[in-house]
Nanobody
Framework: QVQLVESGGGLVQAGGSLRLSCKASGSIFRINGWAWYRQAPGKERELVAGLYVGGDTYYADSVKGRFTISSDNSKNTLYFQMNSLNYEDTAMYYC????????????WGQGTQVTVSS
């Protein structure tokens, strides 16, 4: 089992920045991919960024160039630096971990709310 705990969400003005953190514990040696998903009210949960253990990354077009996914393996922590936030980024953000990649998570965090005011 892998446990994921997110933090760092909050209220920010449009154009501002936030950094989300996801602390992982448990059998993380089984994980091959880490990801950040988000779900806005009335919308489906969507993959916004992923990080493979080999270092390759994925970004959805909507966040490319503004958001950066990274990790600190010494702290077992995944990060999500979000810059130039806009209203459409308002959502619940979830950390996810997968044994097979980034598209089919096996483990989820509880989520952290990001609200961008216009």
């Amino acid at each position: 089992q892998v446990q994921l705990v997110e933090s760092g969400g909050g209220l920010v003005q449009a154009g501002g920045s936030l950094r989300l953190s996801c602390k992982a514990s448990g059998s993380i040696f089984r994980i091959n991919g880490w990801a950040w998903y988000r779900q806005a009210p009335g919308k489906e949960r969507e993959l916004v960024a992923g990080l493979y253990v080999g270092g390759d990354t994925y970004y959805a077009d909507s966040v490319k160039g503004r958001f950066t996914i990274s990790s600190d393996n010494s702290k077992n922590t995944l990060y999500f630096q979000m810059n130039s936030l806009n209203y459409e980024d308002t959502a619940m953000y979830y950390c996810a971990a997968s044994r097979s990649g980034i598209g089919v998570p096996d483990y989820w965090g509880q989520g952290t709310q990001v609200t961008v005011s216009s």
